[in-house]
């Protein structure tokens, strides 16, 4: 009987397992808010941004985000192909118009030519997804932004951890939203952060993420507009106060994971791992194999024998206009010729070198037999 090697797993030491008992057990009452604006404080340190707001999900960070902008029916939101569901839901839900571009098949982010070429009078906002921890090119996109005045959002859900000439992804942006889903570099179960520079900007999220009720006003049960219900509990908070504290040694192991896979994997032929250029510095939150065209190695094929093998690999993200609710974008190009023939590794925090071997030599083994 092999044991199973998981895909993710979170890092839960006795930190997290206090602080979680002491919220359930102190953090009602007048104490009810004090690990979610611990949480907020020590992100915001982290990140180096001024305001931050702790939310259920990411999916409501980004719900809140594009509220705050206005983004209403009419409007389009240009975003990649390559990306999670939950990135462009909020979009629709808005009302609004995803305009799917293609990826840059390095970095597997938003191409920025491509971004240029997709606007219209009709843009309202641009999303930029930091794919598997990679970063974007932003300093492409920014200037983008700044010539045709059209916010720059950072899904930086994938990108704890990684840094970009010097600053935290998500905190370049108009704003930027981060996930502490399970399966997350750092996590609270579920939960989320929305960050921003902008204090009108954060004042409007804040608003709107406590029904409306705006922090100016006095009168109880009173809200000042319809708004939106996607607090984190206090209970979550504490555990974040948790992996906050623990966040350098998260990230560092994540870094040694991915360094060991690359280590032994860059020597192979035909296999192509996460993309970084020399400013920036990935956190590395989920390390990919895309195989060469040549190799014809598809995921397809392969899934059974990684099933057969114990070991959770899963696939990259189907493009999202090849989702039955929308419509196809066959002229992006990177973003469907990449997805078949990529992998995603296991990477939890507790991964053994053993079993980071057994991932490899699996790998080189279909790699031989494909080239052979
Ligand atoms: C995980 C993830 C999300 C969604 O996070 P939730 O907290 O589950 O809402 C959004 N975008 C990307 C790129 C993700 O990987």
Redesign the pocket.
Known sequence: MIEPIPYTKPSITDLEIRYTSDAMTQGWGARCYDYIVRFEKSFQDHLQVPHAIATS????AMTLGLAALGIQAGDEVILADT??I??VAPVVHMGAKPIFVDIDPQTWCIDPVQVFRAITPKTKAIIA?H?YGNLCNMEALLKISQEHQIPIIE?A??AIGSVYHGRRAGSLGTFGVF???G??TMTTG???MFVCQNPELYEKALTLSNHGRAKSQTKQFWPDMVGYKFKMSNVQAAMGCAQVERIAELIERKRQIFDYYQQALTGVPGIQMNGESPACEIGAWMPNVVFHRDLKIEFAQIEPVFKQAQIDARPFFHPLSSLDFFSKCLQNHHAYDIAPRALNLPSFHDITEAQQTRVIELIHQLVQVHNG
């Open positions: 999900s990411c999916t409501g990306n999670w939950a990135t997804t794919l899904d859900a994938e996930s502490f889903h399966t997350k579920e939960g989320g």
